[in-house]
């Protein structure tokens, strides 16, 4: 592990020196580049010299305990050298954190699609609750969401809805977020006041580049009509909405959110190659059994993640097997301590995993 943080710190102070020279502004390309590399070098690197400092400071205080007779000045050795022994701990701890492998999507906009289960009416208004949970998520983030495809249901629900968040970030902090969300409450169609059970599906898919897949334009067939709903004049004047087909796979994604049908065009391809994305991710990632251990949960649409118990104020996530008592909070968008808990259990498996693979 040391040898790996010297060849690190070693690399930082390079990008320091190359950023300093009049040549490397010159080239905004190459300028940002090291930017960011530096960014994400320097969390390792702070924490590193913390650990250095603390194991000087350690030796120091063993090298004088020696040589000390003093009793009231051991003492203060004695409680220096057990802070910088917590620290030490501490340190390493984070360090191995920090050098676990990178999901190279974490930094990714996002692509996420919420579709209404089991539960009729019910289930599309939950799916509605979902999007503005995860709208405000954004918003609290300073993140940017744009709608790429919504089906209304007749009560003001959502049968479905596919939307951009843009934002450093966006993919390493909502990646957990895919499975079935369940809910229970009492629904305002409900005279008799009883509790139903409804569920709603959520994908999140990290955006595609082109150069992340290749899409056939001969597999792809693009059917445009007339859009209805919320669209301003050109709704049911032109043929702005289009439907695109993936016939390998059968894909069908519809686009009207736009009045240009070549932006719509646009969103749905961003959308296929998103779904292409995701499908050889879950294929590759199911031929690794290790790999599947050490994530929290499959990512599987049809795996039940979390309950939202509206009577008791109840939110739970069923693969950490956590609680929390307050629903209005989370689903005014305020995923904070979801996520962080679910980031930590990923982490520790992941670490138990690491060393599974170096003791074998």
């Known amino acids: 592990m040391f040898d790996k943080l010297d060849d690190i710190l070693r690399r930082f102070e390079e990008i320091n020196v190359m950023l300093s020279d009049p040549g490397t502004a010159a080239d905004p390309a190459a300028f940002r580049r090291l930017m960011k590399e530096q960014a994400e070098l320097a969390p390792v690197v702070e924490a590193y010299q913390a650990y250095r400092k603390?194991?000087?400071?350690q030796a120091e205080c063993l090298?004088?305990?020696e040589t000390e007779n003093d009793a009231e000045m051991r003492e203060l050795l004695k409680e220096e050298l057990a802070q910088a022994r917590g620290s030490l701990e501490e340190l390493t701890d984070r360090l191995k954190i920090l050098l676990l492998p990178k999901d190279p999507n974490d930094d990714k906009n996002v692509i996420v699609e919420i579709r209404a289960g089991a539960g009729g009416e019910e289930a599309a208004l939950f799916a509605g609750d979902l999007y503005r949970m995860y709208v405000r998520f954004s918003e609290m983030n300073g993140w940017k969401t744009e709608i790429m495809s919504f089906s209304e249901s007749g009560i003001g629900g959502m049968k479905e809805v596919i939307f951009m968040i843009t934002g450093r970030g966006a993919?390493?902090?909502?990646?957990f977020e895919s499975g079935v969300h369940r809910v229970q409450r009492v629904p305002e169609t409900e005279s008799g006041g009883r509790i139903h059970t409804s569920t709603a599906t959520v994908?999140?898919?990290p955006e595609a580049e082109e150069v992340d897949v290749q899409i056939d334009m001969n597999d792809c067939r693009f059917d445009v009509f007339r859009a209805s709903g919320n669209g301003g004049q050109c709704v049911n004047t032109t043929d702005s909405a289009v439907r695109l087909t993936h016939i390998p796979t059968g894909i069908v994604i519809s686009c009207q959110d736009e009045k240009s049908q070549l932006k719509n065009k646009d969103k749905a391809l961003k959308v296929l190659r998103a779904k292409l994305f995701e499908l050889e991710r879950s294929r590759q990632h199911d031929q690794t059994a290790k790999e599947?251990?050490?994530q929290i949960g499959s990512g599987d649409r049809s795996e039940k993640i979390r309950t939202y118990n509206f009577p008791q104020s109840r939110v739970?996530?069923?693969?950490?097997?956590l609680t929390l008592y307050r629903l209005d909070d989370i689903m005014n968008g305020d995923l904070t301590e979801l996520i962080d808990h679910l980031s930590a259990a990923d982490q520790a498996a992941r670490l138990a995993n690491l060393s599974e693979q170096q003791s074998a």
């Open 316 to 321: 739970t996530d069923h693969r950490i097997h």
């Open 292 to 294: 599947r251990r050490s």
């Open 54 to 57: 603390a194991s000087d400071t």
């Open 63 to 65: 090298g004088l305990l």
């Open 203 to 205: 994908a999140i898919m």
């Open 171 to 175: 993919y390493s902090r909502l990646k």
